[in-house]
């Protein structure tokens, strides 16, 4: 076995224990937001060994770093101490989350027997960070663009409500 390999089923297994992390910290929301972090992490060092380094990257930054860093605070700011489902709903709950796991591996086997075809070619300059670039900042200039002032927004309102609330 390779090194490649070994990191590989490494990555591989951390990405699978901390994402069932996730699933099992269900009462302790800020772990699960930390397994969530890892399982982040960790599919971003197997796409850099699938050679895909500017997807990982764009894995840690834009979900390691942002998405999870605002579960966090919408935690904290939630106070998300006790489940507001009680005991009743608790059958119902695991009947249609087994409901959904028979249905994923039903999927899953049927995906997993088809034929599959070799995937094409590409070429070498495919997915490079120049080559993003120039086609978000030439075809899909509009909605970088759109994305940014709805972002500005977002900042401007959660200032103002946090203001509201100071004063």
């Known amino acids: 076995m390779s090194v490649e390999q070994a990191l ?75 489940t507001s489902l009680g005991a009743e709903h608790q059958p119902v709950m695991k009947l249609l989350g087994a409901g959904l796991l028979a249905m994923a591996a039903v999927k899953l086997a049927t995906l997993l027997g088809a034929d599959r075809r070799s995937p094409a070619d590409v070429a070498p300059e495919f997915g490079t960070v120049a080559d993003v670039a120039a086609v978000l900042y030439t075809d899909y200039l509009l909605a970088v663009e759109a994305a940014g002032v709805l972002l500005l927004a977002g900042i401007v309102a959660a200032v103002v409500l946090a203001k509201r609330e100071l004063d």
């Open 8 to 82: 590989f089923y490494s990555f591989g297994g951390l990405t699978l224990l901390s994402a069932l992390g996730v699933l099992i910290n269900v009462r302790n929301t800020v772990n699960a937001a930390l397994c969530l972090v890892v399982t982040m992490v960790s599919l971003a060092g197997l796409f850099i060994l699938l050679h895909a380094e500017f997807i990982g990257i764009l894995q840690v930054l834009v979900y390691a770093g942002a998405i999870v860093v605002l579960f966090v605070f919408v935690i904290m700011l939630l106070n998300l101490r006790s």
